[in-house]
């Protein structure tokens, strides 16, 4: 029997109504090579992955290493840094205090030396942000040392030259004390600033 089919054999139907599938003889020498070329491959990719992660690894250790070196410098860098920032805010604060106001020591000094009575001297006295400090003592044989101390802290307090920076001029604390069979009485008066 002849059999007139134009179909192209791939695409024909056999008898029972199934479809031909198409299908590629590829020999078995080439699918085992390929097989073994794809995991050759993943194998060197996997190693060049952990090489540079080696590298990366060792590097980070190498840079650990110097950190150590440095980190010595640094914290004495650090320090340094610390308290130059500390001596620049004493500058600032100063030159705020001494510059920006304009304010005028002289004839505050002369006031508070013109005010020193008898007996009472000035031992120390120190300029902050908190103000103007006065430590002194005081002595007297009628001991009356603590009016002597509000006699000059009230003729301080009436003298325009000293109180025109100042708000306010305040007794901080006073204590009495024996200094050799003498009551001396030692007292602190804080003047602060506008």
Request: hydrophobic share 45%; net charge positive.
């Amino acid at each position: 029997m002849i059999d007139i089919n134009l179909i192209p054999a791939a695409l024909r139907k056999d008898g029972q109504g199934k479809e031909n599938s198409l299908t590629i003889n590829i020999p078995k020498e080439i699918l085992v090579g390929s097989a073994v070329g794809v995991v050759l491959l993943l194998v060197v990719v996997h190693l060049l992955i952990g090489a540079v992660w080696l590298m990366g690894m060792g590097r980070l250790a190498h840079y650990n290493a110097e950190w150590q070196k440095v980190a010595a410098d640094k914290a004495a860098l650090d320090a340094i840094s610390s308290e130059a920032a500390g001596l620049k805010k004493k500058i600032k604060m100063l030159s705020d205090m001494t510059t920006a106001k304009v304010v005028l020591w002289a004839p505050k000094f002369n006031a508070i030396s013109d005010d020193i009575s008898r007996g009472l001297w000035i031992k120390k006295m120190t300029l902050d942000k908190t103000g103007l400090t006065i430590e002194g003592s005081v002595v007297s044989k009628t001991r009356n040392e603590i009016n002597n101390v509000g006699k000059f802290i009230a003729a301080l307090k009436l003298n325009d030259d000293f109180m025109k920076d100042f708000s306010s001029l305040e007794v901080n604390s006073i204590q009495r004390g024996d200094n050799d069979s003498v009551e001396v009485t030692d007292f602190t008066v804080v003047a602060k600033p506008k």
